[in-house]
Nanobody, 125 residues
Framework: QVQLVESGGGLVQAGGSLRLSCAAS????????MAWFRQAPGKEREFVTA????????TYADSVKGRFTISRDNAKNTMYLQMNSLKPEDTAAYYC??????????????????WGQGTQVTVSS
């Protein structure tokens, strides 16, 4: 089992920045790729970004490319999402996810085996 806990969400003005964290515990040695997804009210959960086990590869949704940066510190069992130049359309609950089945850097939610409870990000205009 793997447990994931997100933190760092909050209210920020457009153009501002936030840094989300995702702390993993349990069988962390089994984690391969990790990812961030987000879900706005009334919308489906959407892919934001993903990172490979040793940070060699990352991938981003076009909507956040150049503004968001994903990273992970395996020694601390923590993944991060640095979000800059935030826009009102970035408002959503942000979820971290972990893959233990070596699915590669998938953009599909079904490829990830464990999920956090989510942290709310609200960007005001």
């Amino acid at each position: 089992q793997v447990q994931l806990v997100e933190s760092g969400g909050g209210l920020v003005q457009a153009g501002g920045s936030l840094r989300l964290s995702c702390a993993a515990s349990g069988r962390t040695f089994s984690i391969y790729a990790m990812a961030w997804f987000r879900q706005a009210p009334g919308k489906e959960r959407e892919f934001v970004t993903a990172i490979s086990r040793y940070s060699a590869t990352t991938t981003y949704a076009d909507s956040v490319k150049g503004r968001f940066t994903i990273s992970r510190d395996n020694a601390k069992n923590t993944m991060y999402l640095q979000m800059n130049s935030l826009k009102p359309e970035d408002t959503a609950a942000y979820y971290c996810a972990a893959d233990i089945t070596v699915s590669g850097l998938s953009r599909l939610a079904k490829a990830y085996d464990y999920w956090g409870q989510g942290t709310q990000v609200t960007v005001s205009s």
